[in-house]
């Protein structure tokens, strides 16, 4: 039988030991971190601004010895912390939690307490777009390699959740959000994929969301950086490892990029031809940056290139990223809800022009809530890419201004009959909404849902013989 605390350090237990821990927030994270705190005999107190965070009753009788505060940030308790667990969604700036934290209390996240705890060797992933298709490949590849490999962080079963499977491998999406309160991670191999406008309500500048989202490449042993944005760059001066690069553009020996060989856009290491393009599972080339990344990240790991690449095509790609939608139409509608800010939209676009033909349409659906983000630098990509832009939501207005060719609707139906009106077939519908959900529907995933199925429905009435 696998001893599972065997890649955990039991000192660390022993000094959390009567130490004062409070939980801030009750969410997935929060929770987790009183699973795991109970196991060990762990005293904390928790503490939610929430109103109904959780039920109560049922957390006292699960935690029958544990404070619970809901409904207010407690100032006493956030005072008497020696180690607070924060949960990532919490601004640990907001005046109510940062006036109240003691000069010696250390705050941590669920992933700096598991680094703290654990020699699980990790490969850590960030980035405004791709970082959940990225680790989720990546996982599929370690799988299909036979490797015990986990995948944790900002996507999947939360991370502290894993630590007694004592895992091989533990590969890590993180946010911004999490890269806050991470100190100890040291890495076999990190990478910023790309950097563009968002969360910038909490993080206020793009040179302070930059430099956390650089915190990733602290103590890694190989920094596998994009080419294409210097945003992603670390500063190999004082950077002690390996640096591995990715990009559009063909590659230096070691490095990864993108040629044209025998008239065909290929992925690229150094000189040596891997795979076309238009043979990956996923479409555009924003996509095949990530299949680049993804190389680049297994070979610091040690993986073999040419195993890697025989097990790429089993990829399936994730709901609401730039998903094909099955129909019979021959129009190839795409579901890109996750895209919720500008970056994202301008990856999916250009990935998809690049490979569209001649006389071949491109219809963008567009809008929600924009949480601020600037839209213009989706300008010029609208006039020479996009043939018809549908906008809809909050900043549907703002998105449409930017296009000479652009209709307003009022919901994602509208949306999909008009684009399927306007479209034939070999022509390509794009639901990449640039904005959050948040104005119209719970979150991405069900906007993604309601566009699947309005997509559905509209071809299955559109049919020849369909009823009327």
């Known amino acids: 039988m696998t001893d599972v605390t065997a890649n955990i350090r039991p000192e660390l237990i022993k000094q959390l030991t009567g130490k004062r821990i409070l939980i801030l927030g009750l969410g997935q994270t929060g929770l987790s971190c009183a699973r795991f705190l109970a196991s060990r005999g762990l005293e904390f107190a928790v503490n939610d601004s929430r109103e109904q965070a959780i039920d109560a009753a049922v957390f006292q009788r699960d935690y029958p010895n544990c404070e619970l505060v809901q409904g207010q940030w407690d100032a006493a308790l956030i005072a008497s912390a020696d180690i607070i667990l924060a949960s990532p969604g919490i601004d640990m700036a907001e005046a109510a939690i940062a006036g109240a934290i003691a000069s010696g209390c250390q705050v941590w996240g669920d992933v700096e307490l598991f680094c703290r705890l654990s020699d699980a060797p990790v490969i850590a992933v960030t980035g405004s777009n791709g970082k959940s298709t990225v680790v989720s490949l990546l996982a599929h590849l370690a799988q299909s390699l036979g490797l015990n490999a986990e995948l944790g962080g900002n996507v999947g079963v939360p991370i502290l959740d894993l630590i007694d499977k004592a895992p091989e491998l533990l590969i890590l999406e993180l946010s911004s959000f999490q890269l806050e309160t991470i100190s100890s991670m040291k890495p076999l191999a990190a990478s910023v994929l790309n950097l563009s406008d968002d969360h910038l309500d909490r993080h206020l500048t793009m040179e302070n969301y930059r430099d956390i989202k650089q915190k990733i490449y602290q103590q890694a042993g190989v920094a596998v950086v994009n080419r294409d944005d210097s945003a992603t760059w670390v500063d190999e001066k004082a950077f002690n490892g390996k640096v591995l690069s990715f990009g559009s553009d063909a590659p230096q020996d070691g490095h990864l990029g993108l040629a044209t060989v025998d008239n065909e856009l290929t992925l690229m290491y150094g000189q040596q031809a891997l795979i076309s393009v238009r043979e990956l599972p996923l479409s555009g080339v924003h996509n095949a940056l990530n299949c680049l990344a993804v190389l680049a990240l297994g070979l610091s790991a040690g993986w073999p290139l040419e195993q890697m690449l025989g097990h790429l095509s089993s990829f399936t790609g994730l709901e609401h990223r730039c998903q ?37 349409q ?13 839209f213009s630098p989706l300008k010029d990509l609208l006039a020479h890419e996009v043939n018809l832009l549908i906008t809809l939501g909050k900043d549907g207005e703002q998105l449409a201004a930017l296009a000479a060719n652009s209709q307003r609707v009022d919901n994602l139906e509208q949306a999909v009959a008009l684009a399927g009106k306007s479209a034939k077939a070999g022509d390509t519908v794009l639901l990449s909404p640039a904005c959050s959900s948040l104005d119209m529907f719970k979150n991405f995933a069900v906007r993604g849902r309601v566009f699947a199925d309005a997509v559905q429905a509209f071809v299955g009435k559109a049919a020849p013989g369909a009823s009327a």
């Open 362 to 374: 491109l219809i963008l659906i567009a809008g929600g809530d924009g949480k601020g983000a600037d």
């Open 324 to 360: 094909p939608l099955k129909t019979n139409d021959g129009i190839l509608w795409i579901n890109d809800s996750k895209a919720t800010n500008v970056g994202a939209t301008i990856a999916a676009i250009s990935g998809l022009a690049q490979t569209k033909s001649a006389g071949q």
